[in-house]
T-cell receptor, first 113, second 114 residues
Framework: DAKTTQPPSMDCAEGRAANLPCNHS???????VYWYRQIHSQGPQYIIH???NNETNEMASLIITEDRKSSTLILPHATLRDTAVYYC??????????????FGKGITLSVRP | KAGVTQTPRYLIKTRGQQVTLSCSPI?????VSWYQQTPGQGLQFLFE???????NKGNFPGRFSGRQFSNSRSEMNVSTLELGDSALYLC?????????????FGPGTRLTVL
């Protein structure tokens, strides 16, 4: 079972920031927060991950609350090509036999012109 | 570097048949994972191979099997196909070493069982 909760959908205007929330209240101390996205008919694509500090890369920023029970993925300037299903996943790193990604239903982001 | 490739991209089979899907990981990646994606169940983990050994397994019946070759290429096999096996089968590769679970996915094989 997925250990995260995401709203089913949201939309934002092109050029504006998209803030995608995720709740993971049962996260363990050694578990990371991963974000992947899946554009229609393609395989999922890794976006970013974090443990407890905020992270930023060329695609997005990840803000994790101090208690680590929730996080927000930020796409700073959403484009139409960012329309996709975004998955927030909690999992350990590569530490053993149970290290795997468990995908939930994700959140469908629709970017409107 | 070339990405993860999967063959074939589309496949139509009938109930009772078996099917073999192939996945070539990114050069240097030693871990290959397989997922099934259906509208009803979403993305579900099937199994993971690393250095020709199955390292992790999801909750699927024994009709679903896989293997990995010495060059890290992987195949998955589904025997005695059922209508419910119609799905997008995704392969993902990663370095597989200790650290973050960053996986690179292929485009998938769309299997239709009639």
């Amino acid at each position: 079972d997925a250990k995260t909760t995401q709203p089913p959908s949201m939309d934002c205007a092109e050029g504006r920031a998209a803030n995608l929330p995720c709740n993971h209240s049962t996260i363990s101390g050694n578990e990371y927060v991963y974000w992947y996205r899946q554009i229609h008919s393609q395989g999922p694509q890794y976006i970013i991950h974090g443990l407890k500090n905020n992270e930023t890369n060329e695609m997005a920023s990840l803000i994790i609350t101090e208690d680590r029970k929730s996080s927000t993925l930020i796409l700073p300037h959403a484009t139409l090509r960012d329309t996709a299903v975004y998955y927030c996943i909690v999992a350990t790193g590569r530490t053993g036999a149970n290290s795997k990604l468990t995908f939930g239903k994700g959140i469908t982001l629709s970017v409107r012109p | 570097k070339a990405g993860v490739t999967q063959t074939p991209r589309y496949l139509i089979k009938t109930r009772g048949q078996q099917v073999t899907l192939s996945c070539s990981p990114i050069s240097g990646h030693r871990s290959v994972s397989w997922y099934q994606q259906t509208p009803g169940q979403g993305l579900q983990f099937l199994f993971e191979y690393f250095s020709e050994t199955q390292r992790n397994k999801g909750n699927f019946p024994g009709r679903f099997s896989g293997r990995q070759f010495s060059n890290s290429r992987s195949e998955m096999n589904v025997s005695t196909l059922e209508l419910g096996d119609s799905a997008l089968y995704l392969c993902a590769s990663s370095l597989g070493l200790a650290g973050v679970l960053r996986q690179f996915f292929g485009p998938g094989t769309r299997l239709t069982v009639l």
